[in-house]
């Protein structure tokens, strides 16, 4: 059976040429940065190339990129190194109840270190309000966190205008873009932040690589401590093998973005058309403002991850939500958040689309998924009541 993956956004399959420049960085040239020899120059040479390719690919300073494990570590960066370095100034984090755990699990951890944290609503379709966050600023206030688009329901957030905002009230303003880079253009510049997370394994990189962008005069304190590797500001000997393949997917990424988000946008679309021909569907999150690989349905009267595993058994890998929730037997917080039922959050599939998908496997979804409803509303005696 040819499997049909449909899951990018939870991570993708590292492209063949990040392979082929990543290899002989495990053997032939394994050197450590931090080594003056012939054998840690090289692994350094390596190191500064890497980031200056991802410094262009964000429209940064070479000297703005820390390289980090992940992105979640990037975000745990991101926050506490502005919460800890600025405390002096004032204890205030603003945030939306839509963020990624790596985010509200940081702000839980700062709200015990005496830290206040708003936690901004969204709207029906997923997206902070600029004026919100403006009202929600005060004197104390330090840091500003929105994520650049939902890893659940693809809504693209107003991060142009949110950073008009933070910066006009001279307050810090992080974004995680782990979802967009490499799917949608992302210039730091243009969108005015002054500190974005990233993560090599959402755009066809290796696991256990990201990025945290920090503008030059960003005051930080460090978060791993130890030795003297980025600049002082993150500790530990650099994954050079996986940096240079961080590098390298960011180099590919940029190559064929414009292309790819058309070709994807369409896939997008005809998915999202064909299936809210069943009866009962709902779409989630924004109708325009949305990833171009991003398809979030909620389907009344049946459990998502029953549909997730009558899929698998015909060989069509998707999600209910997001990967780092899925042991999680509570319904996705981002569809609580705007306002889906939770019977009806129950109910949701994600289909994330990547650099690999055909017509002919949208097609296919469209044949088999309708028919797993129908057999699972079968066995449903709400649908009986629903329609009398």
């Not at 029906?124 to 330090?142: F, H, N, R, W, Y």
């Not at 500001?233 to 190559?255: D, F, P, Q, Y």
């Not at 002919?360 to 509303?377: A, F, H, S, W």
């Amino acid at each position: 059976m040819k499997r049909i993956y449909l899951d990018y956004a939870a991570t993708t399959p590292v492209h063949p040429d990040v392979i082929v420049a990543m290899l002989p960085y495990f053997n032939e040239k394994f050197g450590n940065p931090s080594s003056i020899h012939a054998y840690g120059q090289e692994a350094k040479e390596a190191l500064e190339r890497s980031r200056r390719t991802v410094a262009s690919c964000l429209g940064s300073r070479i000297d703005e990129i820390v390289f980090t494990g992940s992105g979640t570590e990037a975000d745990n960066f991101a926050l506490e190194g502005v919460a800890f370095a600025n405390e002096h100034k004032g204890n205030h984090i603003i945030t939306s109840v839509i963020e990624h755990h790596a985010v509200l699990e940081t702000c839980k951890f700062l709200e015990k270190r005496g830290f206040k944290v708003t936690y901004l609503p969204v709207d029906s379709t997923g997206l902070v309000s600029p004026d919100e966050v403006k009202k929600a600023i005060t004197p104390e206030t330090i840091l500003v966190s929105i994520m650049y688009a939902n890893n659940e329901i693809g809504s693209i957030q107003p991060v142009e205008e949110i950073s008009k905002i933070t910066k006009a009230a001279g307050v810090y303003f992080h974004t995680d873009a782990v979802q967009t880079v490499g799917h949608i253009p992302v210039n730091v510049n243009k969108l005015g932040v002054d500190l974005l997370s990233l993560s090599a394994h959402k755009l066809y990189g290796p696991k256990g690589v990201g990025v945290l962008y920090i503008r030059k005069g960003t005051k930080m304190v460090s978060f791993i401590h130890g030795g003297a590797q980025e600049r002082r500001r993150r500790a530990s000997t650099e994954n050079v093998a996986g940096i240079v393949g961080l590098a390298k997917a960011c180099e590919l990424a940029g190559t064929e973005i414009d292309t790819e988000s058309i070709r994807l946008s369409g896939l997008r679309d005809k998915l999202i058309k064909g299936l809210q021909q069943i009866e009962y569907c709902h779409l989630n999150g924004h109708p325009e403002r949305r990833l171009p690989n991003n398809v979030n349905l909620s389907f009344e009267f049946v459990e998502g991850e029953s549909m997730c595993l009558n899929l698998d058994l015909e060989g069509i890998c998707v999600s209910t939500g997001s990967a780092c929730s899925s042991s999680n037997a509570e319904p996705s917080h981002v569809l609580l958040a705007i306002g889906v039922p939770p019977q009806q959050a129950y109910g949701s599939l994600r289909f994330s689309l990547g650099k690999w998908n055909t017509e002919p496997e949208i097609d296919r979804v469209l044949e088999v998924l309708p028919r797993i409803i129908g057999k699972l509303r079968a066995m449903s005696p709400l649908v009986k009541s629903k329609k009398s």
